[in-house]
């Protein structure tokens, strides 16, 4: 204010005041940058909460009229009617997220202690992390197309085998990442206290660095199992979704995602009640999953080394 | 690193044997068979994608990445990707222009201005939302934010412009690139701006200070110490989340319209569309013939191609930031 006036008043005023006006005018620009620049993060971290809000809002809502025990339990009933349930769906999604996670997780772990114990440098580790970084990137629905050829064509049928193979694709790198991660950082003098007792080093890997590390492994593989529980795109061309009951590891199964997308396509309110319905229970699904975890390791607490 | 507990201690114990050579040799046999299997997958998937679109390439020649016309109908076979080619970049591009600056805001937000207390409980949210799984955004996306979409944004802009500029000129409907451009941004806001988080935590301290030292704004901090900082880190995190744009099926094809053949090729923001993984998705199930099939499979393979080149120099760029940055950090 007093410089604005001084400038009007005082035309031959001296160069100090010229030099004052001149910073004072830069520094609060340089301000009104500052602040408008932290209004702008402020308004995008509202902006990319409301979805979430609106999503989970929506989705129990919408989900929780839809359930009953009639829901939970039964197959769906004739097409628009809105009788019968997602039972099989529910089912499917745990024997094939189930099946998945059998093979992953071990392979994953096994290939994760190989890059982090066995092989910290060299070629082969190099192309093992380098292709693993590949796989993780690969859309899902890719990898639906190596279930469809390897296992669908092969054995003729939509199935289990084939969903199961294609979310086990997708899991793996996950875990092999979250596991050499967790094992580098597993403080070196474990590793030492155990060669001077003479152990071997499959037994010092399986029984002093794994279990300090277990935490941080189990975390990475509920990561990855509630990814692959996610799922739809590679369940299409693999299980196909059928409105029965599991019926062999050769024969096509339902799965929740799956489900959730059929049902979103028809035309009926009653199916979309029963898609927001199924939205809800993979939720919980996921939700329960992570939250076992913490509970069970806080009860087995084995407060990491680290 | 504190003393073993009593639990390791037990194991010790029970260990306190002679080194077994045998257990060694068959234990890490296994891990290596575990890595070997990983590399198997890899070649399965390209194995089976080459294979499956063999018959295709040689119908149709290099005309399949150029022309429009997908029509199954038997002995009349005629099938082309661009369209989809084109949809799947245009989708990806308004969610990259929408969502790369929002995710650096936060990121900005998390980790420059917000202090822990509301920064850390931030970022347990942003982690939330990627875990979200993708159907369940489409869903929400079909029926709830699609008439948020139309309304608010689209009927505006097509009122304001659709008068005189024919990228406008369409009425909005809700189901359109626009949308699942909109979409796609949401989905991938999380996965950018976590690990946009990640990379500018390892820009030393020293460096902010001495911008602030110098009289700089905070802003001018972030542009000026940080940013150069961790420039390719940043940008690498942004190709990471076009891979997963690219890539994006399910969401994709709940809102995007669905439309195949020359029609496919938006001529307007508010055109039906389709991408390449929509369409994969969309007929699978009902490809009446090995051809149409195989044709479907080579688009799985252009989006294989794709989103491996985007990844693979995605994490090129994000991976050599955190290795020089870990290697400073040592010393």
Not at chain 1, 70 to 87: D, K, N, R, V, W
Not at chain 1, 157 to 180: H, K
Not at chain 2, 120 to 132: G, M, R
Not at chain 2, 221 to 234: I, N, Q
């Amino acid at each position: 204010m007093t410089v604005d006036s001084n400038s009007n008043s005082k035309p031959n005023k001296n160069y100090r005041d010229i030099l004052q006006e001149t910073v004072n005018k830069k520094y609060r620009r340089r301000l009104l940058v500052n602040r408008l620049v932290t209004i702008f993060t402020i308004v995008c971290v509202i902006a990319a909460i409301v979805p979430l809000v609106s999503i989970l809002l929506e989705v129990v809502k919408n989900g929780a009229s839809a359930i009953s025990f009639e829901f939970l339990t039964q197959p769906q009933g004739s097409m628009g009617s809105g009788t019968g349930g997602i039972a099989p769906a529910i089912q499917g999604t745990i024997i094939v997220v189930g099946i998945a996670s059998l093979i992953a997780a071990p392979i994953g772990v096994l290939a994760g202690i190989y890059l982090s114990e066995f092989a910290k440098q060299g070629i082969f580790a190099d192309l093992v992390r380098f292709f693993n970084d590949v796989l993780t990137g690969l859309p899902s629905i890719v990898i639906g197309i190596v279930g469809y050829t390897a296992i669908v064509l092969s054995i003729g049928s939509f199935s289990v085998l084939a969903g199961a193979l294609a979310l086990s694709i997708i899991m793996i790198p996950i875990v092999v990442r979250v596991t050499e991660e967790t094992l580098k950082v597993v403080p070196y003098s474990l590793r030492e206290a155990g060669q001077s007792l003479g152990i071997s080093k499959a037994k010092i890997t399986l029984f002093i660095v794994l279990p300090s590390a277990k935490n941080g492994i189990l975390t990475g593989i509920v990561i990855a199992i509630s990814r692959i529980a996610g799922e739809t795109a590679p369940l299409i061309m693999t299980i196909l979704g059928t409105s029965l009951f599991f019926t062999g590891i050769t024969g096509p199964v339902d799965a929740l995602p799956l489900r959730i997308w059929r049902l979103s396509s028809q035309p009926y309110e009653s199916a979309h009640a029963f898609g927001w319905g199924s939205a809800l229970i993979l939720i919980l699904m996921i939700l329960a999953l992570s939250v076992g975890l913490r509970l069970w390791a806080q009860k087995r607490s084995f407060k990491a080394v680290m | 690193m504190t003393a073993l507990d009593s639990k390791h201690r037990r194991y010790l114990s029970a260990l306190f044997v002679v080194r077994n050579k045998r257990h060694d040799k068959l234990f890490s046999g296994l891990v290596v068979g575990a890595a070997v299997y990983t590399l198997l997958m890899v070649g399965l998937v390209a194995f089976s994608v080459a294979k499956g679109s063999v018959d295709i390439f040689s119908y149709e020649g290099v005309e399949f990445f150029y022309q429009s016309n997908w029509n199954a109908v038997e002995g009349r076979e005629s099938f082309g990707a661009y369209p989809y080619i084109i949809g799947t970049l245009l989708s990806s591009a308004i969610a990259m222009a929408i969502g790369v600056p929002i995710s650096l805001a936060i990121a900005i937000f998390i980790s420059e201005i917000a202090p822990p207390r509301i920064g850390t409980p931030l970022s347990f949210i942003t982690e939330l939302l990627a875990a979200v799984p993708s159907i369940i955004y489409g869903l929400w996306a079909l029926f709830v934010f699609r008439f948020w979409v139309r309304d608010l944004i689209e009927q505006p802009l097509y009122n304001a412009f659709g008068g005189y500029i024919p990228f406008f000129a369409k009425t909005p409907f809700g189901l359109d690139i626009f949308t699942a451009g909109i979409v796609l941004a949401i989905m991938i806001i999380p996965i950018i701006s976590s690990i946009c988080r990640e990379v500018m935590r390892v820009v030393p301290d020293s460096q902010r200070e001495a911008a602030y030292s110098l009289g700089a704004t905070r802003w001018e901090t972030v542009r000026m110490a940080v940013f150069p900082y961790v420039k390719s880190g940043l940008v690498g995190a942004t190709m990471l989340g076009l891979g997963r744009a690219v890539g994006e099926t399910i969401l994709v094809t709940m809102v995007i319209g669905n439309v195949i053949g020359p029609s496919a090729i938006p001529t307007t923001l508010f055109s039906q569309g389709q991408t390449l993984s929509s369409l994969i998705a969309n007929e699978f199930n009902e490809a009446s013939s090995e051809l149409h099939l195989s044709a479907l499979i080579a688009l799985g393979a252009i989006l294989l191609a794709l989103t491996m080149g985007i990844n693979i120099a995605a994490r090129f760029l994000v991976k050599k930031k955190i290795k020089a940055s870990s290697g400073a950090k040592s010393q």
